[in-house]
């Protein structure tokens, strides 16, 4: 089986710190690709980095934290009520605005994902996909996020979020998260990292990818790094 692996960072924008060290793991590394928070304290600079690196493909990391109110360290959806109706629209506008400036920055979108994987709720992924097909983007499916939620179903990813997916037609790759699960039986993966300078855990992320063994071991198995461009 030929295996191809994406190697994706997160919050690009975030932080001046985040930002840079984003570049450093994409020129020195393995990196392959990055989603931009256009809320983020640095994205003007996120803007003029990603001009002057234009081999690193680009999506969208839509934050929704400020709808949902999300505070650290109680940083993640798998506990949300209902979305109400108001929350809905108030999500559909977020999304509209946050992909506007994204595009009048001048950055081509590769696909969509989010900030504390936001987008994986199940009334907030039919947005995010209707807005991937229309923009011709692929989409992160973190596989079993809600495997142990509020929401009572026997299968919410059988039955809710893959047809989801399916009625749009859209292309995404199974998701490793954090891990470089290198033997595992994929024909296309997703590795999500967050590299930075300043933070431990964020350093760490910026290791791997700067890790020379690690590369080695990529070319040792043969697996092509791609983007999120080449599932088009």
């Known amino acids: ?6 190697i994706n960072a997160d919050d690009f924008g975030k932080t001046e710190d985040i930002t840079k060290a984003i570049i450093v793991a ?11 928070m256009v ?6 600079l996120a803007s003029k980095l990603i001009k002057e690196t234009p081999s690193l493909k680009t999506g969208l990391h839509i934050d929704l934290d400020c709808i949902f109110l999300m505070k650290e360290p109680n940083r993640f959806y798998k506990k949300l009520i ?3 109706p108001s929350m809905k629209t108030k999500i559909k506008d977020e999304i509209d605005i946050q992909l506007d400036r994204f595009l009048k920055a001048g950055f081509v979108l590769t696909h969509l994902d ?11 992924l039919p947005i995010v996909a ?6 011709n983007a692929s989409i992160r499916f973190h596989n079993n996020y809600y495997d142990r939620s509020i929401f ?6 059988k039955e809710i979020l893959s047809p989801i997916l399916k009625h749009f037609n859209l292309k995404y790759p199974y998701f490793l998260r954090d891990r470089f699960d290198l033997d595992l039986n994929f024909e296309t993966a997703e590795v999500m990292l967050h590299p930075g300078f300043l933070e431990r855990w964020r350093a760490i992320d910026l290791a791997r990818c700067l890790n020379p063994d690690l590369e080695q071991s990529i070319k040792e198995r043969n697996i092509e790094i791609i983007s999120f461009a080449d599932l088009k």
């Not at 089986?1 to 994406?6: A, E, P, Q």
Request: hydrophobic content about 35%; glycine content about 4%.
């Open 26 to 36: 994409h020129k020195y590394g393995v990196l392959s690709s990055t989603t931009i």
């Open 39 to 44: 809320k983020g304290a640095a994205f003007e």
């Open 152 to 157: 009572f179903y026997k299968n919410l990813e």
């Open 114 to 124: 989010s900030h504390h994987h936001s987008h994986m709720h199940p009334e907030v």
């Open 1 to 6: 089986m030929n295996k191809r692996l994406i």
């Open 130 to 135: 209707s807005k991937a097909k229309e923009l």
């Open 82 to 84: 209902k979305i109400t």
